[in-house]
């Protein structure tokens, strides 16, 4: 199975300054179609997840463009620019691209 | 709209068989893939089972031998069933459409 190891487990940011996540998969995620199936997932404390991010940087809609994904292969990144406070809550990268897919352990936004 | 919703029974007794019903609306079984993923309390989410449109299956590699995963398109459901249940499958279900919708989810508890 794939492995995803995401840093921090942790995070904690002022309102409006910028967070980084990094997500890094035990292989490459590039699937025989050319495609990266790479997601970040979002959960805000008692909700349902939500998907920002496929495909390594497509903004889900209504997303907001403060938010970006980076990488290739087996690294990753999701940037926050000006963290708001729905921000705060647990990310997660999640696999898409080889079955069983997996989730990384999810990073806990809070704030400072 | 498009929505998912999870059903099924808050407890269920150790080692006995759990049901979950994912009732969709807005959108066909026969054209989008449907997950199943879990989240223990206080802890991360897990991946277990996908059918794909086409009636494909595929599945956790811890639970593989305890799962099953299955559809009635004319009533917009997919099923799950997990057997030999066990306290550690406490947590909240959730089905999800290729990860981009997520239902509320369905608390699950495990106990004598």
């Known amino acids: 199975d794939i492995v995803m190891t995401q840093t921090p487990l942790s995070l904690s940011v002022a309102i409006g300054q910028s967070a980084s996540i990094s997500c890094k998969s035990s292989q490459s995620l590039k699937y025989s179609d050319g495609k990266t199936y790479l997601n970040w997932v979002f959960q805000s404390p008692g909700q349902s997840p939500k998907r920002l991010i496929y495909?390594?940087?497509k903004l889900d809609s209504g997303v907001p463009d403060r938010f970006s994904g980076t990488g290739s292969e087996t690294d990753f990144t999701l940037k926050i620019s000006r963290v708001e406070a729905e921000d705060l809550g647990v990310y997660y990268c999640c696999q898409g691209s080889y079955s069983p897919y997996t989730f990384g352990a999810g990073t806990k936004l809070e704030l400072k | 709209q498009v929505q998912l919703k999870e059903s099924g029974p808050g407890l269920v007794q150790p080692s006995q068989t759990l049901s979950l019903t994912c009732t969709v609306s807005g959108f066909s079984l026969t054209s989008y893939n449907v997950h199943w993923v879990r989240q223990p309390p206080g802890k991360g989410l897990e991946w277990m089972e996908k059918l794909t449109y086409n009636g494909d299956t595929s599945y956790n590699s811890a639970l593989k031998s305890r799962l099953s995963i299955s559809r009635d398109t004319s009533k917009n459901q997919v099923f799950l069933k997990m057997n030999s249940l066990q306290t550690d499958d406490t947590g909240t279900y959730y089905c999800?459409?290729?990860?981009?919708?997520w239902g509320q989810g369905v608390m699950v508890t495990v106990s004598s």
């Open positions: 999800t459409r290729d990860w981009e919708i």
């Open positions: 495909q390594v940087s």
